[in-house]
Structure formats: structure tokens, C-alpha cells
């Protein structure tokens, strides 16, 4: 799904030979989530049972279901903060997912004796790090909260702390974010404009996304592709594309292959939870 696009003089351009070879090498691109054959079982209840599916490096994936199909527990145990019964989670690479993985859940969590931007430094001090002041201030930035920076969480409004949640969880450079309903507290207006926000930061990072979400609209607009998920013991059902690239806008809404998208999935939500 990456384009590339090349702007200026002609790359084998004489005025060009100078800058080309002193441009710095491109970013290695985010290695691939591999979910093998995955399941989830306690108390004499199966949660979720042979998941199995790849999210690409770079691809924004978003899971749908019914409450109780175990999509926050799927979610942890990307993250590492919980186990399976069955299955593993790998990275193409084959290098270990620790440090490489930011899991944001349905709370930001923000402690609320820190500054906003000490909340966001503070993954680098709990990893024994020096923690990367520069960079904070540019996801703060980024979100616009820079004028907010020497703020207090109790300062902020709902929308204001979603987002100094998220610059904390970018800070590091995680090449795979995991969201839990980051914005499922919020009222629609806000809802709508930090997914857009969330975007533009994701477009600049080139971080994979897997995110859990019960808006269909949200879905839509956040991700390359939709796994539905039936009841449980959860298993997907369908995995719908969503092709409208990585530079979105709201215009999106007016595309009339949003509304058809909406339909689709809709459907496939009720016929998973049919049978």
C-alpha cells in the first residue's frame, strides 16, 4: 500500500548527485505482526479460539465485535501483559515484540502530580532511559497541546488527556501501537477529530496500528482493513479492506464508498453475531 512519490530535480540530475548521496538512508519499515493460531481459555469458558492473521508492517487493522469476544484481552497479550492458552504472537523479523510494542487502553492514566510532558517522558524513566525531552515536546506538538506542556492532568479536558495519552505512548517510537477505545469516553465532535489527528501523527511515524473500537464509523476511518469477530468463543469472520489510503480527511465521510463500507460492515457484525 506505500507510494513513493519523488519531487524536484531529476534524481540523475548533476545539480542533484550532491544531495543524493548525502541524504540520510530511509527508515527500515515496521516488521509484521504474525498472530498464530491463538487462543484463550479460563474458568471452563473458551474467550477466543484459532485466531490467525497477519497485520502488515505499516497497515492500520481495527477489530470489531460484541462485547465479551475477548478483543482487550487479544489486544494484551500482543502487548505482553497477558498469556495465551494456545498460540504465539511474532514479529516477521523475528526479533523479540519488547520495547518494539505501546499499548493504550480505554483510560489515559496520566499521574496527576506530574506535568503533562513529565506524564509523556515518563516510559523513558521507568525503562532506567534518559528520556528524550525534544521529542516529547514535538508529539506535544503534534497534538497540540504545547502550550499545555507545564499543565496538570487535572487542567486538561477529557479530549486534552486522550491526547497527552497518546503522545506518551509514541514517545518511544513503538513501531506497533496497540489502542484499546483510546476515544470511547469522548463526546462525538472529539471523538472525530483526534481520529484524524491520530492519523497525521501514525502517517509520520509509519507505526502499524492494531486498534479496538465498537464505532463502525471509527473503523472506517482509521484502519486498512476491519476483522470482524463473532461471539464467543470468538473467532473472525470476515476482514474487510478499507482503501482510502493513509492521507485521509473528513471528506472521507462524503465518499459514497464510505457509506457503502458501512453497510458491509454493518452486515457482517450481524451476521457474525447470528451464526
Do not use: C
Not at 199 to 216: G, M, N, W, Y
Amino acid at each position: 500500500m506505500t507510494q513513493t512519490y519523488h519531487f524536484g530535480p531529476n534524481p540523475g540530475s548533476a545539480a542533484n548527485l550532491g544531495a543524493e548521496r548525502a541524504a540520510p538512508p530511509p527508515a527500515p519499515a515496521p516488521p509484521a505482526l504474525v498472530i498464530e493460531g491463538l487462543a484463550l481459555r479460563y474458568g471452563g469458558r473458551t474467550i477466543f479460539e484459532n485466531l490467525n492473521f497477519t497485520i502488515g508492517g505499516g497497515e492500520f487493522v481495527v477489530l470489531l465485535g460484541t462485547s465479551g469476544v475477548g478483543k482487550t484481552s487479544l489486544l494484551k497479550i500482543v502487548a505482553g501483559l497477558a498469556s495465551p492458552s494456545e498460540g504465539r504472537v511474532i514479529a516477521s523479523d523475528g526479533l523479540p515484540l519488547k520495547h518494539r510494542i505501546a499499548y493504550m487502553g480505554q483510560q489515559d492514566l496520566l499521574y496527576p502530580w506530574l506535568t503533562v510532558q513529565q506524564n509523556v517522558m515518563l516510559g523513558s524513566r521507568l525503562r532506567g532511559e534518559r528520556p528524550d525531552a525534544a521529542r516529547a515536546k514535538h508529539l506535544l506538538e503534534r497534538v497540540g497541546l504545547a502550550d499545555r506542556a507545564r499543565a496538570l492532568p487535572a487542567q486538561l479536558s477529557g479530549g486534552m488527556r486522550q491526547r497527552a495519552a497518546i503522545a506518551r505512548a509514541l514517545v518511544m517510537e513503538p513501531k506497533t501501537l496497540l489502542l484499546d477505545e483510546p476515544f470511547g469516553a469522548l463526546d462525538e465532535l472529539t471523538r472525530d477529530r483526534l481520529n484524524f489527528e491520530l492519523l497525521r501523527i501514525l502517517e509520520e511515524t509509519k507505526a502499524t496500528l492494531l486498534l479496538v473500537t465498537h464505532s463502525i464509523s471509527e473503523a472506517i476511518i482509521l484502519s486498512d482493513q476491519v476483522v470482524v469477530m463473532s461471539p464467543r468463543p470468538g473467532r473472525i469472520t470476515r476482514r474487510i479492506d478499507v482503501d482510502f489510503g493513509h492521507h485521509r480527511t473528513p471528506a472521507m465521510r462524503d465518499d459514497p464508498r464510505f457509506g457503502r463500507l458501512e453497510s458491509e460492515v454493518r452486515h457482517a457484525l450481524g451476521h457474525s453475531m447470528t451464526g
